[in-house]
Nanobody, 124 residues
Framework: QVQLVESGGGLVQAGGSLRLSCVAS????????VGWFRQAPGKEREFAAG????????KYADSVKGRFTISRDNAKNTVYLQMNSLKPEDTAVYYC?????????????????WGQGTQVTVSS
């Protein structure tokens, strides 16, 4: 069993940056692929970024490509999401998710473990 805790959310002006962290405990984190998802009010949860278990494969949603960077430090059991050039439409609760296996998935149903989420609010 893996427990995930996100942090780093907050209120930022458009054009600003935030770095989200997802810290894992209770499992061999290097054996888990990780995805970042987000859910805005009234909208479905959507994939933002994913990273394979050793970080050699990464994917971004088109909406965040070129602005967000996902990375991981398996020695610290942590995955990061660096978010730059933030826009009001990035406002959402951001969740990290993990699943045992090498490759990430873009479908939220593929993940067995979820954090509680961290709120990101971007003001215009």
């Amino acid at each position: 069993q893996v427990q995930l805790v996100e942090s780093g959310g907050g209120l930022v002006q458009a054009g600003g940056s935030l770095r989200l962290s997802c810290v894992a405990s209770g499992g061999t984190f290097s054996r888990y692929a990780v995805g970042w998802f987000r859910q805005a009010p009234g909208k479905e949860r959507e994939f933002a970024a994913g990273i394979s278990w050793i970080g050699n494969s990464i994917k971004y949603a088109d909406s965040v490509k070129g602005r967000f960077t996902i990375s991981r430090d398996n020695a610290k059991n942590t995955v990061y999401l660096q978010m730059n050039s933030l826009k009001p439409e990035d406002t959402a609760v951001y969740y990290c998710a993990a699943d045992s296996g090498q490759w990430y998935a873009t479908d939220s149903f593929a993940y067995n473990y979820w954090g509680q989420g961290t709120q990101v609010t971007v003001s215009s």
